[in-house]
């Protein structure tokens, strides 16, 4: 016997590695079969008696052993829990007495199908980078959700947990009376369990706030490398995992929610479900359980729909009256999918410019930030960085209305906003179910142009400012005149100049913010290069880029 295997035996005898099924093991001869530690014979039925499992021990002898999961006497000799497993106390009865259960320690095999616990109460069952699965120590995002005007707590915050793909990969965590949740984040290892290289966002809705991300601001990703291991698990906290909350107005409306479950389907996770009424659109993400809430609703009838890629869900009708609506699930429907083709036109940009497409509800898109919500999977290509360059597709479309949105990503490409030409008009459409699915072309192809590069503030993230900022753009050199419009998170212009001169011989014009500054409020400054060929018909021919030019007060 090996020095490290006689380790192992002598701190847990009848420890063992599973070897065939995680129910009975044993012969045909009806008998009960074998107790703890008795030897047994994998290729038999009832080798072992019904509750055990027939396991390899620590010498690579087949013995009778309980399964990860099953209960055991802490009490005993040798409690007989397989290898890589311990019995402890997984709870605690109200007269104080212990239930103990064999649990694996980290590093043991773990089974994701089964229901019952069978890593130790501290570990999670987490995926390796090989496919299989172990016990191992969670990742965790651990973080507050405030109110932007004064960073007080919001309590029953909704925070879920998207990858890279916008795929919820967490159930909700509801923020406490403080304001703190805990998301644990099912993140790939490596063969030592440590969290292999992965980004994720944070969406957080609660009720009488605007949703994040939403109207001006997009989620930062956050990665695994910024977490900190400790003895609890990897976690990430502090401002990384902050969530500040913007009010909505106060119009005297009184708000509710809408909540459900997406079924039939195992697509359930991450599906975008939007609530319309009067052709404004209020949306919510399902969980990974396919479990959604929308918040901020008002009293009246409404049409629910689902929207994720690959999936045909069929819309119900919601009637809000005073109070929360619960129960109102959506049903996978087997209505064919379509695909969308089109092309697109880069003009006026540096070389190798490539963008994006990506699919807007209509009832969710707000033609003053240019932006709504994209359900999962609605985007070409649908991953990786921006690479259409005049064809795309978008495949296993659902039924609904869209606006086709193209440069929405910081690629330093825009819309081209000149309406002095053809095909720079905002392209909508409406994608039809057919039985067996179809192909839907759309009529015209839209033109792309190089971005007015933002210099400051928001060049890249939105900056803090404590006193009115300069805003400041790259000169377009072709451009009469500029104008520069100042948006809050609202959705309400709050300045503007509409007369800022041509610069010439400068690589960048400057222009002073004379608006408001509202103590955490986000801003959003937007810069068009005008012209008016022979002064007629004046139009813009470039804008900054959607997505940045973002500000906010420090606190």
Known sequence: MSTSRSAARAAAPFAFAV???????????GSSGG???DSCDPDKTMSCAPELICAL?????????????????????????????????????????????????????????????????????????????????????????????????????????????????????????????????????????NPLDAAYTLRASALDYQTFPGGLRTALPIHTSDAEKRDE????????????????????????????????????AGVLVVAEQGGVGISGISDRGGAYTIFNVVDGGYEVSGYAAGLQLTPVSASVAGGDLMDVDLTASDRGLTRLEGTIQIVNAFGGAATSVVLVVESTFDMLFVRGEVPPGLRAPQSGPPSITGAFTIPDVPDGNYV?????????????????????????????????????????????????????????????????PTLRFADDSSEDWYEVQVFNAHGEMVWENLDVPSVSGAEEVSVSYGGPLEAGMYYQFRARSMRAPGGNNPAPISTTEDLLGVFYVDQ
């Open 19 to 29: 070897l065939s099924c995680l129910v009975a093991c044993g012969d045909d001869s």
């Open 35 to 37: 107790q703890i530690g």
């Open 57 to 193: 021990d620590a010498d690579d002898k087949p013995r009778c052993a309980i399964p990860a999961g099953g209960e055991c006497d802490a009490k005993a000799k040798e409690p007989g829990c397989e290898l890589n497993s311990l019995c402890v106390v997984v709870s605690t009865d109200e007269e104080g007495k212990e239930m103990h259960e064999c649990r694996m320690q980290s590093g043991g095999s773990c089974d994701p199908e089964r229901d019952d616990a069978q890593c130790d109460p501290s570990l999670r069952c987490a995926e390796r980078q090989d496919g299989s699965y172990a016990c191992y120590l969670p990742f965790q995002i651990a973080g507050q959700v405030m109110d932007s005007a004064d960073l007080s707590a919001i309590e029953g915050a909704h925070v879920i947990g998207l990858d890279e793909q916008s795929i919820a990969v967490t159930d909700v965590a509801v923020s406490d009376a403080d304001g703190g949740y805990v998301l644990e984040l099912p993140v790939v290892r490596d063969a030592e369990g």
């Open 233 to 268: 698990g990897w976690v990430v906290d502090g401002t990384l995992a902050e969530i500040i909350l913007i009010a909505l107005p106060n119009d005297g409306s009184t708000r509710y929610s809408i909540s459900g479950h997406i079924l039939g389907t195992e697509l359930q």
């Open 404 to 468: 086709v949105l193209a440069a929405f990503e910081n690629d330093r490409l825009v819309r081209d906003p000149d309406t002095n030409i053809a095909g720079t008009d905002f392209v909508t459409v409406s994608v039809p179910g057919a039985a067996s699915g179809g192909v839907l072309t759309l009529s015209e192809s839209f033109k792309v142009t190089e971005a007015l590069a933002v210099i400051s503030p928001g060049a890249d993230l939105p900056d803090a400012v404590s006193s009115a």
